[in-house]
């Protein structure tokens, strides 16, 4: 049995991990500012405190040690450095929930090293402003500048699931159902996913085996939103146009200017099996369009 402490663990992946978790049979501890409700009952200990506080995370730890840190909420290198401080010495092995952003658009499905967090300068700002690209960069140097802490980065692509609460593929079937216009730059853009269930299920067993360094995790295979609005429409029987530009409110959440894909071959070599993503992408249009009731 693993102590295990999760860092936002009561929402979409990081609650589906947290369930894997206390399946096995572990002491899981979650860390939430207890601003939404979770179905775990007695089974975890709860730590209610926010985490951009460093001082009062520091007291809600205490002085525990942690087997597993899960780390689905660091977004920041002040952040990252808060954590790195705490945990120093007193986790077996720390996994942070990192992302594709952290690549620059490439010609190939990008590569752990297409990113190297090892030499990437920590330029900290003093109004910690940071854009969501930045701040992950920035969080992965200052963690992997720490020589005695053991740390993953698990870099996720876009994460989707039957409750995600962006909505972003129900955007699509929802506009779909209305036949209101969707606008993306490349509807023909390949995009790489991950259900939300695979990502839990990656997240646990890179902190098992102790993965070390960065890895990309997305399930196998690609799609482009043009695909994506086909499998709609021959789940609901509708579509809607595909353009370069609309209104704010109607621009895809998945448009991006060209192929934006992941390598997984340094996971999938050792030993994780991903799933299949035209396997599951047409089951979660189907649960989420049922649930929309517009057959």
């Known amino acids: 049995m693993a102590k295990i402490l999760v860092l936002g663990g009561t929402r979409f992946f990081g609650r589906r991990l947290v369930n894997r978790l206390l399946a096995n049979g572990d002491a899981v501890t979650i860390l939430t500012r207890g601003q939404h409700q979770d179905s775990f009952g007695g089974a975890v200990q709860r730590v209610a405190v926010d985490r951009k506080d460093p ?11 942690f087997d597993i840190v899960y780390d689905n909420i660091c977004y920041t290198p002040e952040e990252a450095g808060q954590a790195a401080d705490i945990f120093t010495g007193r986790v077996g092995q720390y996994v942070l929930t990192s992302t594709l952003s952290v690549y620059d658009f490439a010609d190939h499905p990008v590569r752990e090293e297409d990113f190297d967090p090892y030499r990437y300068p ?3 700002n003093a109004s910690q402003d940071y854009s969501y690209k930045e701040g992950k960069r920035q969080a992965e140097a200052v963690l992997f500048s720490r020589h005695n802490l053991n740390v993953t980065a698990v870099r996720l692509p876009i994460v989707l699931g039957p409750d995600d609460y962006t909505r972003r593929l129900l955007f699509h079937i929802e506009h779909a159902a209305s036949g209101e216009a969707i606008g993306l730059p490349d509807p023909d853009a390949e995009i790489s996913f991950v259900h939300a269930e695979e990502a839990a299920e990656f997240l646990e067993w890179a902190g098992q085996v102790q993965f070390e360094g960065p890895v990309n995790a997305c399930s196998v295979g690609t799609i482009s ?15 809607a146009p595909l353009q370069t530009s609309a209104a704010p409110e109607h621009m ?5 200017p060209g192929d934006w894909t992941m390598d997984h071959a340094k996971a999938a070599t050792a030993g994780f099996s991903f799933w299949e993503l035209k396997e599951w992408m047409p089951k979660l249009i189907a649960e989420l369009s049922a649930d929309l009731k517009v057959r």
């Open 225 to 239: 939103v043009r695909e994506i609005m086909g499998l709609i429409q021959q789940e609901i029987g509708r579509s």
């Open 55 to 65: 001082e009062s995370l520091k007291q809600a730890v205490g002085n525990q040690d």
């Open 252 to 256: 895809s959440p998945f448009g991006i």
């Open 122 to 124: 920590v330029m900290m």
